[in-house]
Protein backbone atom coordinates (compact mmCIF):
# COMPACT_ATOMS: atom_id res chain seq x y z
CA UNK A 1 0.00 0.00 0.00
CA UNK A 2 1.28 3.57 -0.91
CA UNK A 3 1.59 5.91 1.91
CA UNK A 4 1.04 9.54 1.62
CA UNK A 5 3.97 11.85 2.61
CA UNK A 6 2.87 15.13 2.54
CA UNK A 7 -0.41 16.86 3.46
CA UNK A 8 -2.19 19.77 1.79
CA UNK A 9 -4.88 21.57 3.21
CA UNK A 10 -7.31 23.61 0.93
CA UNK A 11 -9.28 25.65 2.93
CA UNK A 12 -12.24 27.47 1.33
CA UNK A 13 -14.41 30.06 3.83
CA UNK A 14 -17.71 30.04 3.94
CA UNK A 15 -18.68 26.64 1.23
CA UNK A 16 -22.00 25.24 1.89
CA UNK A 17 -21.18 21.36 1.49
CA UNK A 18 -24.94 21.22 -0.85
CA UNK A 19 -23.07 23.64 -3.18
CA UNK A 20 -19.73 22.03 -3.16
CA UNK A 21 -21.48 18.65 -3.84
CA UNK A 22 -23.46 19.99 -6.58
CA UNK A 23 -21.24 21.67 -8.33
CA UNK A 24 -18.86 17.79 -8.59
CA UNK A 25 -21.57 16.19 -9.31
CA UNK A 26 -22.63 17.71 -12.37
CA UNK A 27 -18.70 18.71 -13.89
CA UNK A 28 -18.67 21.95 -12.76
CA UNK A 29 -15.54 21.95 -11.01
CA UNK A 30 -13.18 19.36 -13.00
CA UNK A 31 -10.00 20.31 -11.39
CA UNK A 32 -11.59 19.46 -8.08
CA UNK A 33 -13.01 16.19 -9.90
CA UNK A 34 -9.16 15.72 -10.65
CA UNK A 35 -8.30 15.63 -6.98
CA UNK A 36 -10.73 13.55 -5.90
CA UNK A 37 -10.95 11.09 -8.72
CA UNK A 38 -13.69 12.40 -10.82
CA UNK A 39 -17.20 13.12 -10.00
CA UNK A 40 -17.90 10.07 -8.03
CA UNK A 41 -15.27 10.95 -5.95
CA UNK A 42 -12.92 7.33 -6.38
CA UNK A 43 -10.16 8.63 -4.76
CA UNK A 44 -11.72 10.54 -1.77
CA UNK A 45 -13.64 9.78 1.91
CA UNK A 46 -16.70 12.35 2.04
CA UNK A 47 -17.54 13.53 5.61
CA UNK A 48 -20.36 15.09 6.92
CA UNK A 49 -19.06 17.38 9.31
CA UNK A 50 -20.72 20.26 10.62
CA UNK A 51 -19.18 23.44 12.10
CA UNK A 52 -18.97 24.58 15.54
CA UNK A 53 -21.18 26.68 17.57
CA UNK A 54 -21.35 29.71 16.69
CA UNK A 55 -20.90 28.62 13.13
CA UNK A 56 -18.34 31.72 12.50
CA UNK A 57 -14.95 32.19 10.82
CA UNK A 58 -12.24 31.84 13.78
CA UNK A 59 -13.56 29.52 15.95
CA UNK A 60 -14.27 27.03 13.52
CA UNK A 61 -10.71 27.82 11.60
CA UNK A 62 -8.97 27.45 15.42
CA UNK A 63 -10.93 23.62 15.38
CA UNK A 64 -9.99 23.26 12.22
CA UNK A 65 -5.90 23.84 12.76
CA UNK A 66 -5.96 22.46 16.58
CA UNK A 67 -8.47 19.53 16.04
CA UNK A 68 -10.12 20.55 19.53
CA UNK A 69 -13.47 22.22 20.27
CA UNK A 70 -14.21 25.65 21.24
CA UNK A 71 -14.17 25.00 25.07
CA UNK A 72 -11.16 23.85 24.95
CA UNK A 73 -8.77 26.05 22.06
CA UNK A 74 -10.63 29.77 23.73
CA UNK A 75 -12.07 31.53 20.76
CA UNK A 76 -15.68 31.32 21.27
CA UNK A 77 -15.98 33.78 18.06
CA UNK A 78 -15.58 36.46 16.07
CA UNK A 79 -16.25 39.03 19.07
CA UNK A 80 -15.81 37.71 22.51
CA UNK A 81 -14.97 39.25 25.65
CA UNK A 82 -11.82 37.52 27.94
CA UNK A 83 -12.22 38.39 31.51
CA UNK A 84 -9.10 37.30 32.97
CA UNK A 85 -7.10 39.04 30.57
CA UNK A 86 -5.81 35.78 29.55
CA UNK A 87 -3.26 37.78 26.77
CA UNK A 88 -3.41 41.19 28.28
CA UNK A 89 -1.69 41.24 31.30
CA UNK A 90 -4.75 40.41 33.28
CA UNK A 91 -6.73 43.08 32.44
CA UNK A 92 -10.35 41.97 30.97
CA UNK A 93 -10.20 42.99 27.03
CA UNK A 94 -13.01 42.79 24.02
CA UNK A 95 -11.46 41.09 21.15
CA UNK A 96 -12.70 41.95 17.55
CA UNK A 97 -10.65 39.57 15.29
CA UNK A 98 -13.32 40.22 12.02
CA UNK A 99 -12.51 42.60 9.21
CA UNK A 100 -16.05 43.13 8.94
CA UNK A 101 -18.52 44.73 11.01
CA UNK A 102 -16.34 45.39 14.35
CA UNK A 103 -15.89 47.70 17.30
CA UNK A 104 -11.83 46.79 17.45
CA UNK A 105 -10.80 47.50 14.12
CA UNK A 106 -7.12 47.03 15.43
CA UNK A 107 -7.67 43.44 16.45
CA UNK A 108 -8.78 42.52 13.02
CA UNK A 109 -5.13 44.22 11.72
CA UNK A 110 -2.99 42.89 14.39
CA UNK A 111 -4.55 38.88 13.08
CA UNK A 112 -2.07 39.43 10.42
CA UNK A 113 0.40 41.86 11.80
CA UNK A 114 0.97 40.42 15.37
CA UNK A 115 -0.56 36.66 14.78
CA UNK A 116 -3.32 37.68 17.22
CA UNK A 117 -5.83 35.04 16.96
CA UNK A 118 -2.77 32.68 17.46
CA UNK A 119 -1.78 34.30 20.58
CA UNK A 120 -5.37 34.44 21.80
CA UNK A 121 -5.64 29.91 21.47
CA UNK A 122 -5.05 28.19 24.69
CA UNK A 123 -0.92 27.42 25.32
CA UNK A 124 -2.16 24.14 25.88
CA UNK A 125 -3.65 23.54 22.39
CA UNK A 126 -1.29 22.15 19.77
CA UNK A 127 -1.54 23.18 16.61
CA UNK A 128 -1.43 20.93 13.05
CA UNK A 129 2.03 22.76 12.69
CA UNK A 130 3.24 22.47 16.14
CA UNK A 131 2.60 18.58 15.31
CA UNK A 132 4.50 18.74 12.60
CA UNK A 133 7.19 20.31 13.94
CA UNK A 134 7.61 17.76 16.20
CA UNK A 135 8.37 15.27 13.95
CA UNK A 136 10.75 17.66 12.39
CA UNK A 137 8.38 18.29 9.82
CA UNK A 138 8.36 21.85 8.00
CA UNK A 139 5.09 23.51 7.27
CA UNK A 140 4.03 26.54 5.20
CA UNK A 141 0.38 28.60 5.85
CA UNK A 142 -0.36 31.22 3.59
CA UNK A 143 -3.38 34.10 4.66
CA UNK A 144 -4.55 31.64 7.70
CA UNK A 145 -5.03 33.60 10.67
CA UNK A 146 -3.80 30.55 12.61
CA UNK A 147 -0.26 30.16 11.80
CA UNK A 148 1.69 28.86 15.20
CA UNK A 149 4.10 26.42 14.95
CA UNK A 150 4.73 26.74 11.27
CA UNK A 151 8.18 27.46 9.80
CA UNK A 152 6.50 29.94 6.95
CA UNK A 153 3.60 32.11 7.80
CA UNK A 154 2.69 34.90 4.78
CA UNK A 155 -0.29 36.73 6.24
CA UNK A 156 -2.16 38.74 3.40
CA UNK A 157 -0.71 42.25 3.66
CA UNK A 158 -2.40 44.89 5.44
CA UNK A 159 -3.28 47.01 2.17
CA UNK A 160 -4.47 43.61 0.54
CA UNK A 161 -6.81 43.13 3.71
CA UNK A 162 -7.90 47.03 3.70
CA UNK A 163 -9.12 46.79 -0.35
CA UNK A 164 -10.58 43.59 -0.14
CA UNK A 165 -12.85 44.22 3.20
CA UNK A 166 -13.75 48.32 2.76
CA UNK A 167 -12.58 49.52 -0.72
CA UNK A 168 -14.33 50.24 -3.33
CA UNK A 169 -14.54 51.25 -7.03
CA UNK A 170 -10.94 51.39 -8.19
CA UNK A 171 -9.10 51.47 -4.43
CA UNK A 172 -11.42 48.08 -3.73
CA UNK A 173 -10.24 44.17 -4.41
CA UNK A 174 -12.62 41.79 -5.86
CA UNK A 175 -12.51 38.53 -3.88
CA UNK A 176 -11.30 36.47 -6.73
CA UNK A 177 -7.98 38.99 -7.07
CA UNK A 178 -7.61 38.03 -3.27
CA UNK A 179 -7.90 35.02 -3.35
CA UNK A 180 -5.23 34.73 -6.75
CA UNK A 181 -2.98 36.73 -4.73
CA UNK A 182 -2.91 34.11 -2.21
CA UNK A 183 -2.15 31.30 -4.67
CA UNK A 184 0.61 33.59 -6.37
CA UNK A 185 2.56 33.84 -3.29
CA UNK A 186 2.07 29.88 -2.35
CA UNK A 187 3.34 29.31 -5.70
CA UNK A 188 6.51 31.83 -5.98
CA UNK A 189 7.70 29.69 -2.85
CA UNK A 190 7.48 26.59 -4.18
CA UNK A 191 9.45 28.00 -7.31
CA UNK A 192 12.42 28.92 -4.75
CA UNK A 193 12.75 25.11 -3.76
CA UNK A 194 10.43 24.91 -0.47
CA UNK A 195 8.89 21.68 -0.05
CA UNK A 196 6.90 21.54 3.19
CA UNK A 197 5.56 18.92 4.65
CA UNK A 198 2.39 20.52 5.25
CA UNK A 199 0.53 23.19 3.20
CA UNK A 200 -2.61 25.50 4.10
CA UNK A 201 -3.79 27.06 1.33
CA UNK A 202 -6.81 29.59 2.40
CA UNK A 203 -9.13 30.76 0.34
CA UNK A 204 -10.86 33.37 2.09
CA UNK A 205 -12.84 34.99 -1.25
CA UNK A 206 -15.64 32.79 -1.39
CA UNK A 207 -16.91 33.64 2.52
CA UNK A 208 -17.15 37.31 1.35
CA UNK A 209 -18.32 37.21 -2.29
CA UNK A 210 -21.31 35.32 -0.42
CA UNK A 211 -21.56 37.91 2.38
CA UNK A 212 -22.00 40.97 -0.35
CA UNK A 213 -23.88 38.92 -2.75
CA UNK A 214 -25.70 36.46 -0.92
CA UNK A 215 -25.27 32.23 -0.63
CA UNK A 216 -26.67 31.68 -4.17
CA UNK A 217 -23.68 33.48 -5.60
CA UNK A 218 -21.42 30.90 -4.17
CA UNK A 219 -21.99 27.98 -7.08
CA UNK A 220 -20.93 30.65 -9.75
CA UNK A 221 -17.84 31.59 -8.02
CA UNK A 222 -16.95 28.17 -6.76
CA UNK A 223 -17.22 27.41 -10.61
CA UNK A 224 -15.20 30.46 -12.10
CA UNK A 225 -12.58 31.30 -9.53
CA UNK A 226 -12.14 28.46 -7.17
CA UNK A 227 -11.90 25.91 -9.66
CA UNK A 228 -9.65 27.00 -11.59
CA UNK A 229 -7.41 28.25 -8.99
CA UNK A 230 -6.96 25.07 -7.39
CA UNK A 231 -6.45 24.22 -11.10
CA UNK A 232 -3.01 26.38 -10.91
CA UNK A 233 -2.33 24.90 -7.56
CA UNK A 234 -2.48 21.17 -8.82
CA UNK A 235 -0.16 22.29 -11.81
CA UNK A 236 2.26 23.57 -9.92
CA UNK A 237 2.47 21.29 -7.55
CA UNK A 238 3.04 18.34 -10.23
CA UNK A 239 5.48 20.74 -11.98
CA UNK A 240 7.61 20.44 -8.68
CA UNK A 241 7.42 16.62 -8.12
CA UNK A 242 4.55 17.37 -5.07
CA UNK A 243 1.09 15.81 -6.38
CA UNK A 244 2.78 12.39 -6.07
CA UNK A 245 2.08 10.71 -2.49
CA UNK A 246 0.52 14.15 -1.79
CA UNK A 247 -2.58 13.60 0.27
CA UNK A 248 -5.39 16.63 0.17
CA UNK A 249 -8.05 17.80 2.68
CA UNK A 250 -10.66 20.24 0.94
CA UNK A 251 -12.69 21.76 4.27
CA UNK A 252 -14.26 24.85 4.61
CA UNK A 253 -15.71 26.05 7.90
CA UNK A 254 -19.28 26.93 7.94
CA UNK A 255 -21.97 27.90 5.25
CA UNK A 256 -24.16 30.60 4.57
CA UNK A 257 -27.75 31.85 4.76
CA UNK A 258 -29.73 33.93 3.00
CA UNK A 259 -30.26 37.40 5.47
CA UNK A 260 -32.22 40.35 5.02
CA UNK A 261 -29.61 43.37 4.55
CA UNK A 262 -31.05 46.11 6.08
CA UNK A 263 -31.12 47.53 9.74
CA UNK A 264 -34.32 46.01 10.79
CA UNK A 265 -33.12 42.33 10.81
CA UNK A 266 -29.34 43.34 11.38
CA UNK A 267 -28.83 43.64 14.82
CA UNK A 268 -26.30 45.69 16.60
CA UNK A 269 -25.50 48.63 19.23
CA UNK A 270 -24.85 51.52 17.17
CA UNK A 271 -23.98 54.29 19.77
CA UNK A 272 -25.03 56.81 20.33
CA UNK A 273 -27.80 57.35 17.79
CA UNK A 274 -28.96 53.79 17.15
CA UNK A 275 -28.70 51.77 20.14
CA UNK A 276 -31.08 49.13 19.41
CA UNK A 277 -29.57 46.32 21.92
CA UNK A 278 -28.25 48.96 24.23
CA UNK A 279 -31.64 49.80 24.87
CA UNK A 280 -31.89 46.31 27.23
CA UNK A 281 -29.04 47.10 28.98
CA UNK A 282 -29.71 50.94 29.74
CA UNK A 283 -32.88 50.24 30.98
CA UNK A 284 -31.51 47.61 33.10
CA UNK A 285 -28.82 50.66 34.18
CA UNK A 286 -26.02 48.25 32.92
CA UNK A 287 -23.23 50.07 31.16
CA UNK A 288 -22.85 48.09 28.20
CA UNK A 289 -19.36 47.68 26.08
CA UNK A 290 -20.53 50.07 22.80
CA UNK A 291 -17.35 52.16 22.47
CA UNK A 292 -14.02 50.97 21.55
CA UNK A 293 -11.71 50.96 24.56
CA UNK A 294 -13.79 51.25 27.55
CA UNK A 295 -13.40 47.80 28.36
CA UNK A 296 -13.35 46.43 31.01
CA UNK A 297 -15.00 49.62 32.74
CA UNK A 298 -18.45 48.78 31.94
CA UNK A 299 -20.93 46.15 33.51
CA UNK A 300 -21.45 43.87 30.11
CA UNK A 301 -19.95 43.21 26.67
CA UNK A 302 -21.18 41.88 23.69
CA UNK A 303 -19.76 39.45 21.02
CA UNK A 304 -21.83 39.76 17.62
CA UNK A 305 -21.14 36.26 15.82
CA UNK A 306 -23.72 36.66 12.94
CA UNK A 307 -26.60 33.73 13.97
CA UNK A 308 -25.37 34.14 17.54
CA UNK A 309 -24.42 36.77 20.59
CA UNK A 310 -22.44 36.22 23.38
CA UNK A 311 -23.49 38.43 26.54
CA UNK A 312 -21.11 38.42 29.43
CA UNK A 313 -21.97 40.04 32.50
CA UNK A 314 -19.91 41.24 34.97
CA UNK A 315 -20.70 40.54 39.33
CA UNK A 316 -21.89 43.75 40.23
CA UNK A 317 -20.51 43.75 43.83
CA UNK A 318 -16.83 42.05 42.29
CA UNK A 319 -14.56 41.99 39.36
CA UNK A 320 -14.60 40.87 35.89
CA UNK A 321 -12.70 37.39 37.13
CA UNK A 322 -15.30 36.82 39.69
CA UNK A 323 -18.09 34.30 39.01
CA UNK A 324 -21.79 36.97 38.04
CA UNK A 325 -24.48 35.68 40.54
CA UNK A 326 -27.20 33.85 38.99
CA UNK A 327 -30.00 35.58 41.03
CA UNK A 328 -28.78 39.31 41.00
CA UNK A 329 -26.95 39.30 37.75
CA UNK A 330 -28.01 37.08 35.22
CA UNK A 331 -31.59 36.36 35.56
CA UNK A 332 -32.55 40.36 35.51
CA UNK A 333 -30.66 40.35 31.79
CA UNK A 334 -32.25 37.16 30.82
CA UNK A 335 -35.53 38.32 31.73
CA UNK A 336 -34.94 41.98 30.20
CA UNK A 337 -34.27 40.09 26.60
CA UNK A 338 -37.49 37.86 26.85
CA UNK A 339 -39.44 40.65 27.30
CA UNK A 340 -37.99 42.69 24.59
CA UNK A 341 -38.54 39.70 22.32
CA UNK A 342 -42.11 38.34 23.32
CA UNK A 343 -43.53 41.94 23.92
CA UNK A 344 -41.11 44.47 22.26
CA UNK A 345 -40.73 45.81 25.70
CA UNK A 346 -37.48 48.56 25.56
CA UNK A 347 -37.19 48.44 21.76
CA UNK A 348 -39.73 47.93 19.46
CA UNK A 349 -37.89 46.92 16.36
CA UNK A 350 -36.10 44.30 18.56
CA UNK A 351 -39.82 42.23 19.00
CA UNK A 352 -39.73 38.86 17.75
CA UNK A 353 -36.43 38.48 16.84
CA UNK A 354 -34.90 35.57 18.79
CA UNK A 355 -35.30 31.83 18.50
CA UNK A 356 -33.81 31.50 21.94
CA UNK A 357 -32.62 33.20 24.74
CA UNK A 358 -29.76 30.21 26.57
CA UNK A 359 -28.30 31.47 30.35
CA UNK A 360 -26.16 29.60 32.50
CA UNK A 361 -25.30 29.00 35.96
CA UNK A 362 -21.86 29.50 36.63
CA UNK A 363 -22.20 30.69 40.19
CA UNK A 364 -23.18 27.17 41.40
CA UNK A 365 -22.08 24.60 38.29
CA UNK A 366 -18.50 26.65 37.07
CA UNK A 367 -17.27 27.66 34.01
CA UNK A 368 -18.18 25.19 31.90
CA UNK A 369 -22.24 24.90 32.97
CA UNK A 370 -23.92 24.02 30.17
CA UNK A 371 -26.73 26.35 28.83
CA UNK A 372 -30.68 26.01 29.56
CA UNK A 373 -33.70 27.90 27.67
CA UNK A 374 -35.18 30.46 29.36
CA UNK A 375 -38.70 30.69 29.14
CA UNK A 376 -39.21 33.82 31.15
CA UNK A 377 -39.84 34.61 34.85
CA UNK A 378 -36.46 32.53 35.93
CA UNK A 379 -38.49 29.42 34.51
CA UNK A 380 -36.19 27.69 32.59
CA UNK A 381 -35.56 24.16 30.76
CA UNK A 382 -32.89 21.73 29.45
CA UNK A 383 -32.21 22.65 25.92
CA UNK A 384 -32.82 19.30 24.72
CA UNK A 385 -36.54 19.63 25.67
CA UNK A 386 -36.76 22.97 24.17
CA UNK A 387 -35.71 22.09 20.70
CA UNK A 388 -37.47 18.30 20.88
CA UNK A 389 -40.68 21.13 22.11
CA UNK A 390 -39.54 23.07 18.94
CA UNK A 391 -38.76 20.74 16.17
CA UNK A 392 -39.63 23.49 13.76
CA UNK A 393 -35.85 25.12 14.49
CA UNK A 394 -34.50 22.44 12.46
CA UNK A 395 -30.76 23.34 14.10
CA UNK A 396 -28.05 20.67 13.39
CA UNK A 397 -26.61 19.04 16.94
CA UNK A 398 -27.03 21.82 18.56
CA UNK A 399 -27.29 20.46 21.90
CA UNK A 400 -23.39 19.04 21.11
CA UNK A 401 -22.38 21.55 19.41
CA UNK A 402 -23.59 24.43 22.51
CA UNK A 403 -22.05 21.91 24.87
CA UNK A 404 -18.33 21.96 23.67
CA UNK A 405 -18.90 26.16 22.90
CA UNK A 406 -19.60 26.40 26.99
CA UNK A 407 -16.45 27.51 28.82
CA UNK A 408 -14.80 30.54 30.97
CA UNK A 409 -14.85 32.55 27.65
CA UNK A 410 -18.33 31.76 26.39
CA UNK A 411 -21.12 33.99 27.47
CA UNK A 412 -23.06 33.83 30.56
CA UNK A 413 -25.94 34.48 27.95
CA UNK A 414 -26.41 33.15 24.45
CA UNK A 415 -29.00 35.04 22.31
CA UNK A 416 -30.06 32.68 19.06
CA UNK A 417 -31.29 35.00 16.23
CA UNK A 418 -33.84 33.93 14.13
CA UNK A 419 -32.46 32.76 11.40
CA UNK A 420 -34.69 31.28 8.95
CA UNK A 421 -36.46 34.91 9.20
CA UNK A 422 -33.41 36.95 8.12
CA UNK A 423 -32.29 38.18 11.58
CA UNK A 424 -28.50 38.26 12.60
CA UNK A 425 -25.96 40.13 14.67
CA UNK A 426 -23.77 42.52 12.81
CA UNK A 427 -23.81 44.54 9.76
CA UNK A 428 -26.58 44.46 7.03
CA UNK A 429 -25.22 41.54 4.37
CA UNK A 430 -27.15 39.44 2.30
CA UNK A 431 -25.44 36.16 3.66
CA UNK A 432 -24.82 34.97 7.18
CA UNK A 433 -23.70 32.56 9.48
CA UNK A 434 -22.58 31.20 13.00
CA UNK A 435 -25.90 29.80 13.74
CA UNK A 436 -27.17 26.40 14.23
CA UNK A 437 -29.58 26.32 11.22
CA UNK A 438 -28.00 23.58 8.67
CA UNK A 439 -27.15 25.68 5.87
CA UNK A 440 -25.04 27.98 7.59
CA UNK A 441 -23.34 24.91 9.85
CA UNK A 442 -23.21 21.95 7.09
CA UNK A 443 -19.41 22.31 5.92
CA UNK A 444 -16.96 20.08 3.57
CA UNK A 445 -14.89 17.90 4.80
CA UNK A 446 -13.12 15.92 2.05
CA UNK A 447 -10.02 13.43 2.18
CA UNK A 448 -8.17 12.54 -0.92
CA UNK A 449 -5.61 10.93 -2.18
CA UNK A 450 -5.58 11.29 -5.96
CA UNK A 451 -2.14 9.40 -6.45
CA UNK A 452 -3.34 6.04 -4.28
CA UNK A 453 -4.23 2.98 -5.75
CA UNK A 454 -7.21 0.84 -4.74
CA UNK A 455 -5.66 -0.34 -1.56
CA UNK A 456 -4.76 2.91 -0.52
CA UNK A 457 -8.50 4.89 -1.18
CA UNK A 458 -9.80 1.71 0.84
CA UNK A 459 -7.13 2.29 3.97
CA UNK A 460 -8.11 5.88 3.41
CA UNK A 461 -11.26 5.51 3.95
CA UNK A 462 -11.37 3.02 6.42
CA UNK A 463 -9.24 5.17 8.35
CA UNK A 464 -10.94 8.32 8.26
CA UNK A 465 -14.51 6.48 9.00
CA UNK A 466 -13.14 4.40 11.74
CA UNK A 467 -11.32 7.64 13.81
CA UNK A 468 -14.53 9.90 13.34
CA UNK A 469 -16.84 7.53 14.27
CA UNK A 470 -14.98 6.58 17.38
CA UNK A 471 -14.21 10.29 18.36
CA UNK A 472 -17.77 11.08 17.87
CA UNK A 473 -19.06 8.42 20.16
CA UNK A 474 -16.66 8.94 22.58
CA UNK A 475 -18.03 12.71 23.00
CA UNK A 476 -21.53 12.48 23.28
CA UNK A 477 -22.50 10.68 20.27
CA UNK A 478 -22.04 14.37 18.87
CA UNK A 479 -22.23 14.50 14.71
CA UNK A 480 -18.69 14.62 12.89
CA UNK A 481 -16.93 18.07 13.14
CA UNK A 482 -14.25 19.90 11.45
CA UNK A 483 -12.50 19.42 14.78
CA UNK A 484 -12.15 15.99 13.19
CA UNK A 485 -9.35 16.87 10.54
CA UNK A 486 -6.99 17.20 13.01
CA UNK A 487 -7.17 13.51 15.08
CA UNK A 488 -7.92 12.44 11.40
CA UNK A 489 -4.71 13.23 9.57
CA UNK A 490 -2.50 12.66 12.89
CA UNK A 491 -3.75 8.93 12.42
CA UNK A 492 -3.18 9.07 8.72
CA UNK A 493 0.20 9.78 9.12
CA UNK A 494 1.15 7.88 12.05
CA UNK A 495 1.62 10.98 14.21
CA UNK A 496 -0.13 9.44 17.32
CA UNK A 497 2.41 7.33 18.34
Avoid at 33 to 43: D, Q
Avoid at 137 to 153: E, K, N
Avoid at 293 to 299: I, R, T, V
Avoid at 418 to 423: A, C, N
Wanted: proline letters at 5%.
Amino acid sequence: MQSPHSLIIIDIDGLRRDVFLQALAVGEVPNIARMVGGREGTRACHVEAVSTAPAITFTAQASIVTGQHPCEHGIPGNESFDRFGRISNGRPRHFGFDVGDTLAVDDAVAVFTDALASRFLHSTTPTLYERAAARDLPSAVFYHMYARGADVWQPPSVLDIARFTKGRGILGMEAGQYDAGMLQRLIRELEKGYRPAVLMAYFMGLDHHSHVHGPDSQAEYLHEVIDAQIGLLLDALARHGMLDGALFVLVSDHGQIDAVPDDRHSLRMGFPFDLELGHVFNALGLDVHDIPGEDPNCDAVMGLNGGLAHVYLQRRDGRWADRPRYTEDILPVAEAFHEMNVQGRYAEELHATLDAILIRNVESDGWHAAYQAYLGKGETQTLSDYLTARPELGYVDAVNRLRLLASESSGDLLLVAKGREGYYFGGPARGVHGGLLPGESETVLTFAYPGGNANSVVWLRETVNGVITDRCANEGNRQASVADMVPTVSTLFRWTD
